[in-house]
């Protein structure tokens, strides 16, 4: 919504879908990285229910299958083949 000058307050002239195209990959990547383990920290200082607990398992799962499709994981080249 324009200001009391006419102009876009600054930080809100894009939508998300705007933001998501502008949005590099590796960027994306990263936040999402960012995001699981801000959340799996979450475990110790959050509330403790268990309403709360299975929202944010539910929400790290679906922002490891949304890392999973950008960055999918690399095979373990330690591990012992045949």
């Given at each position: 919504?324009?200001?009391?000058?006419?102009r876009?307050?600054?930080?809100?002239?894009?939508?998300?879908?705007?933001?998501?195209?502008?949005?590099?990959?590796?960027?994306?990547?990263?936040?999402?990285?960012?995001?699981?383990?801000?959340?799996?920290?979450?475990?110790?200082?959050?509330?403790?229910?268990?309403?709360?607990?299975?929202?944010?398992?539910?929400?790290?799962?679906?922002?490891?299958?949304?890392?999973?499709?950008?960055?999918?994981?690399?095979?373990?080249?330690?591990?012992?083949?045949?």
């Amino acid at each position: 919504m324009p200001g009391a000058d006419g102009r876009e307050p600054q930080g809100m002239a894009c939508t998300n879908e705007d933001q998501a195209e502008e949005v590099s990959p590796r960027h994306r990547i990263e936040r999402l990285r960012e995001d699981i383990r801000k959340l799996v920290l979450m475990k110790e200082t959050g509330p403790k229910s268990a309403t709360w607990h299975r929202a944010r398992v539910r929400t790290i799962w679906r922002l490891q299958r949304q890392l999973d499709a950008l960055d999918p994981p690399r095979p373990n080249l330690l591990e012992k083949q045949g």
